[in-house]
């Protein structure tokens, strides 16, 4: 489970460095950090939309039926 979190921290760090590497030139160094940290946000939101979409309709189907299933 270990090399599984490394894997992770390990693609995430390259994916901040990414971002980091692009934003230095144009912006300060302390720009750099929070524009890329926003960046990487926004990036793994956008990858997780899909499965917090399916969560809530399928929470807000459950929400509906549930009347049902008591009685």
Same mark, same amino acid.
């Given at each position: 489970?270990?090399?599984?979190? *490394?894997?992770?921290?390990? &693609?995430?760090? %390259?994916?901040? *460095? +990414? +971002? %980091?590497?692009?934003?230095?030139?144009? +912006?300060?160094? @302390?720009? @750099? %950090? @929070?524009?890329?940290?926003?960046?990487?946000?926004?990036?793994?939101?956008?990858?997780?939309?899909?499965?917090?979409?399916?969560?809530?309709?399928? $929470?807000? &189907? +459950? $929400?509906?039926?549930?009347?049902?299933?008591?009685?």
């Amino acid at each position: 489970m270990g090399q599984l979190f *490394n894997s992770l921290i390990d &693609a995430l760090g %390259y994916v901040l *460095n +990414f +971002f %980091y590497e692009i934003l230095v030139p144009p +912006f300060s160094v @302390g720009w @750099g %950090y @929070g524009l890329a940290i926003i960046l990487l946000t926004i990036s793994i939101n956008v990858v997780v939309f899909p499965l917090t979409l399916k969560q809530t309709r399928s $929470t807000r &189907a +459950f $929400t509906e039926i549930q009347p049902k299933i008591k009685k």
